[in-house]
């Protein structure tokens, strides 16, 4: 191995806080299923850290410890993770293999699925929007508020949310329904976690303006324009909003 990777897999082991990588790494492998039996150890470990990387866990996720041992069994089976990822893995090669080719682009370059693809640092892969829904629906606004907090102060800045101005807004549309408040709150959710975001000021406006708030979605526009004069879509809204009534165009 080159020592380059070393580096790379001292400093990832620093990171996740496991220590030396080859720890408790066996010299031989048994019960490979889906990897090459003739892996290199090397290899493994970094195939094993990618997924540890991809799914933000431990190599205590999928495998077990070992019988009146704090080691842990890396041939043992009996964990449902071992076996999730077993399928996971063959179900990678198939969509590589058979499907990829399929709506490859001639002149880019090759795209691969990998566990980070969907996994993106947490174990169970779904989206902000089904996770804050779900808070929502077991505990109301102040339970999504809560929950959108806790998620923002842990992974923002990686690549396991969305966290950009507009998620909030469009998601205030998808659980709101037919109360025009609940995207109001949204929006202004929004604003309290990116004060210094012009379009996050927009689409308060526009949650304003749905809500027949038009005085207050005029305050909003004014506020994204103070914070950025050239945003075309605060200006496009202002237009709309002091066009005489029946001339609005939509939004």
């Known amino acids: 191995m080159s020592y380059a990777k070393r580096v790379w897999l001292t400093v990832l082991a620093v990171s996740l806080g496991a220590g030396p990588v080859s720890a408790d790494i066996p010299e031989k492998f048994t019960n490979l299923k889906e990897l090459n039996p003739e892996i290199s150890r090397d290899d493994l470990i970094a195939t094993m850290r990618q997924f540890s990387t991809a799914l933000g866990v431990r190599c205590n996720f999928c495998h077990m410890q070992a019988e009146n041992s704090d080691e842990l069994d890396f041939a043992a089976d009996g964990k449902e993770e071992k076996d999730a990822a077993r399928v996971m893995m063959r179900m990678t090669k198939v969509i590589n293999g058979d499907w990829i080719s399929k709506v490859?682009?001639?002149?880019?370059?090759?795209?691969?699925?990998?566990?980070?693809?969907?996994h993106r640092g947490q174990p169970h892969p779904r989206l902000i929007e089904d996770v804050l829904a779900d808070a929502y629906t077991a505990g109301g606004f102040d339970s999504l508020q809560t929950k959108y907090a806790e998620l923002r102060?842990?992974?923002y800045g990686s690549q396991t949310f969305d966290f950009s101005d507009r998620m909030l807004s469009e998601l205030g549309h998808q659980i709101g329904g037919d109360d025009a408040s609940i995207p109001v709150r949204l929006a202004e959710l929004n604003v309290q976690w990116s004060p210094e975001s012009s379009m996050a000021y927009v689409y308060l406006a526009m949650a304003h303006s749905e809500a027949d708030d038009v005085e207050q979605a005029k305050a909003d526009i004014a506020k994204a324009l103070e914070l950025d004069p050239k945003n075309r879509w605060a200006m496009r809204l202002r237009e709309q909003l002091d066009a005489p009534p029946g001339q609005h165009d939509e939004h």
């Open 104 to 118: 490859a682009e001639e002149g880019h370059p090759s795209v691969q699925v990998e566990c980070v693809t969907c």
């Open 153 to 155: 102060n842990r992974y």
